[in-house]
């Protein structure tokens, strides 16, 4: 015995439509401009603000990396592949374009064009000190960049977490040779 059809009429799409059609929406809304976070769309969005201070922060610490290494150029060799390291971070950011992982070792890029000179003054006279500085700085720009991770989106909270990651594996390169 077939069931009488509703009394109710139909009216709009039906729920099989709506879950048809939902995902493609949601697709395509989420590929629109992140331009109306903010307050009538004018300015960076805050992704984009972390962004650029993750970038910024990563120059700074390239220049520190340059000031040691003029300052104490025995532990240049130590010194240059996680400098080089720090470039990409720069570089995946969006920044880096002071300095380029292919700079030569003997002499550090432009560190007399640098933004901030503070860093090459607080070079410590010897190799432990000066280690144990970078240490630092690295230690404190990933626990930053850990910080930041809740107040990005996605992708970006991926890459800090990774360039956090890499600070963290640099402390420990630039503290277990001084153990």
Do not use: W
Request: aromatic share 2%; with cysteine; charged share 20%.
């Amino acid at each position: 015995m077939p069931f009488p059809s509703s009394p109710r009429a139909r009216s709009g799409p039906r729920r099989r439509s709506l879950l048809a059609v939902a995902p493609a929406a949601l697709a395509l809304s989420g590929c629109t401009g992140g331009e109306s976070g903010g307050p009538g769309g004018d300015g960076p969005s805050a992704a984009d603000r972390a962004r650029a201070r993750a970038a910024r922060d990563s120059e700074g610490l390239v220049e520190r990396y340059d000031a040691v290494i003029a300052a104490r150029p025995g532990l240049a060799g130590r010194l240059r592949p996680l400098r080089e390291e720090v470039v990409r971070h720069a570089q995946a950011f969006g920044g880096g374009r002071k300095a380029s992982p292919s700079a030569p070792s003997a002499v550090p890029p432009s560190a007399s064009s640098s933004v901030s000179p503070a860093p090459s003054a607080a070079v410590p006279g010897n190799d432990k000190d000066a280690l144990a500085g970078l240490a630092a700085a690295e230690r404190e720009l990933a626990d930053r960049r850990a910080k930041a991770l809740g107040g990005v989106p996605g992708e970006l909270a991926r890459l800090l977490a990774s360039v956090a990651a890499a600070g963290a594996a640099h402390v420990y390169l630039l503290t277990e040779g001084d153990a």
